[in-house]
């Protein structure tokens, strides 16, 4: 039970992380660049990087190594799917 607590602590630890998978959950299924991402958002590319860097590390955004480098939310993540289906309920995701 504590990881899943400090899995969520370190998901949604942050403003950023929470615009950020607002912005993927509102397009499950497509792919951001961090250029896209930081338009999305408002935030800064250093608060990008790092937030990006938190929500890969614990298994809720894939990195796809292109060029350039492409990510998407995983949506195959438990964790991921109730935190989807919590934002539809709040309707922060249509």
Do not use: C
Not at 31 to 49: A, C, I, N, S
Not at 63 to 79: A, F, G, L, R, S
């Amino acid at each position: 039970m504590n990881d899943v607590w400090r899995e969520l602590e370190a998901g949604l630890g942050s403003v950023g992380k929470i615009r950020i998978l607002r912005v993927m959950f509102e397009k499950p299924g497509q792919v951001f660049t961090k250029y896209g991402l930081e338009r999305e958002t408002g935030l800064k590319p250093v608060d990008v990087r790092s937030d990006l860097k938190a929500l890969i590390e614990i298994g809720w955004v894939k990195e796809h190594q292109y060029d350039p480098k492409t990510y998407e939310v995983d949506m195959e993540n438990p964790v991921v799917k109730h935190l989807y289906e919590f934002f539809k309920r709040v309707r922060r995701v249509r």
